[in-house]
């Protein structure tokens, strides 16, 4: 793999690139007239016909930073990586991210929401309680009964009044925000769906073949209301739902990461395109260091990138974040790295083994 250095263009995979390639996995931003004018249009077969089109809610700078470090930071791109992110947005499929935690699966749609500028990452944590509906969209009904019932929403007065009060107690869930019509496709991360309920992916074939669901307690309102606005998933958001159905016009780029602890359905995994995460080597982890620390370079980053992947081999694996914590120790001046007894036992501590086993 080779990088260049920040501001002096896209680095290039071991083998270069390739001209269909709109993700180059770079790290560095894609020009908005260019990324337009090469989206590429979807197989007829996944055209979806939701709309008008939303727009593209502003990116989130600061999440950003937080989760991948200073923009504008080249990354050291994987080929086999970038072929499979840009294959998932040619044919409007979702993209399985298997591998060991902590090996970068989750980071993956934030790079791709961010090279790509296309808003902040919607991301839907599934634990074993995780239902395909809360996914989709909330509603309270309690809330709205008591609202009701304590006057402070007006009497429904046609129309209007019943969309208003059905609207404001109703909140589409990160799928279900993910799916709203837009030009451009939102990026939703499906984070660990193996601790998943075993029925939720086969739930999610009919979403991720029609692009669209209904909401029960929208259809109620039949033609009285054929447009409601309500929540999403997006800090303050709000949109309209129309005849109470939610329809895509750009599928969403949908990464849903797993860390192979069980296997799924063959329905599902036809649907998926499928990606394997290695753990990442030294190279990888000195440019992530970078990204985080531009300013703090430091030879001693690299003895502690060395240090921790010979320390992640004895013990079974550690996750990238791990070497992070230590850097930041080493760079704060919380504590000298020469002070040996103390610095070993604060390693001990930040690089703690994943699992119950090793040495």
């Not at 970038?82 to 749609?109: E, H, Q, Y």
């Not at 007006?154 to 208003?164: N, S, V, Y």
């Not at 016009?249 to 192979?260: E, K, L, W, Y």
Request: aromatic residues 6%; negative net charge.
């Amino acid at each position: 793999m080779t990088q260049t250095p920040s501001g002096e263009g896209t680095p290039r995979a071991a083998g270069g690139t390739r001209d269909w390639w709109l993700f180059s996995g770079s790290g560095l931003p894609v020009p908005v007239e260019e990324r337009d004018r090469r989206w590429p249009q979807p197989p007829p077969w996944r055209d979806f016909g939701g709309g008008p089109d939303l727009p593209c809610p502003p990116d989130d700078d600061a999440d950003m930073a937080r989760r991948l470090g200073e923009t504008g930071r080249p990354f050291l791109v994987d080929r086999h990586e970038a072929d499979m992110v840009n294959t998932a947005i040619c044919l409007r499929r979702p993209l399985l991210v298997t591998g060991r935690p902590g090996s970068g699966k989750s980071t993956l749609a934030y790079r791709i929401a961010r090279e790509l500028r296309l808003g902040p990452v919607l991301q839907w944590p599934i634990t074993s309680r995780t239902t395909l509906r809360s996914g989709q969209y909330e509603y309270d009904a309690i809330g709205r009964a008591q609202a009701v019932s304590e006057h402070r929403l007006a009497p429904a007065t046609g129309p209007d009044g019943d969309a208003a009060a059905v609207g404001d107690f109703l909140r589409l869930g990160p799928l279900g925000t993910a799916l709203l019509p837009a030009r451009l496709p939102r990026v939703l991360l499906i984070d660990e769906m193996d601790k998943s309920d075993f029925d939720l992916p086969n739930d999610l074939l009919n979403i991720f073949e029609d692009g669209r669901f209904t909401i029960p307690e929208l259809l109620r309102l039949g033609g009285r209301a054929p447009e409601v606005v309500v929540h999403t998933a997006d800090p303050g958001g709000r949109a309209t739902v129309r005849d109470g159905t939610v329809l895509c016009h750009a599928f969403p780029i949908v990464v849903i990461t797993s860390n192979g602890e069980r296997e799924f359905p063959p329905a599902f995994l036809r649907r998926c395109l499928r990606l394997e995460i290695p753990d990442p080597d030294e190279e990888r982890l000195a440019a992530m260091v970078a990204a985080h620390f531009p300013r703090d370079g430091d030879p001693a980053h690299r003895e502690l990138i060395v240090a921790f992947l010979e320390r992640s081999r004895r013990v079974g694996g550690l996750a990238a974040d791990q070497l992070l914590n230590a850097v930041h120790l080493a760079t704060s001046g919380a504590l000298r790295p020469d002070d040996a007894g103390a610095w070993d036992g604060l390693l001990d501590a930040v690089w703690n083994r994943l699992t119950s086993t090793g040495s």
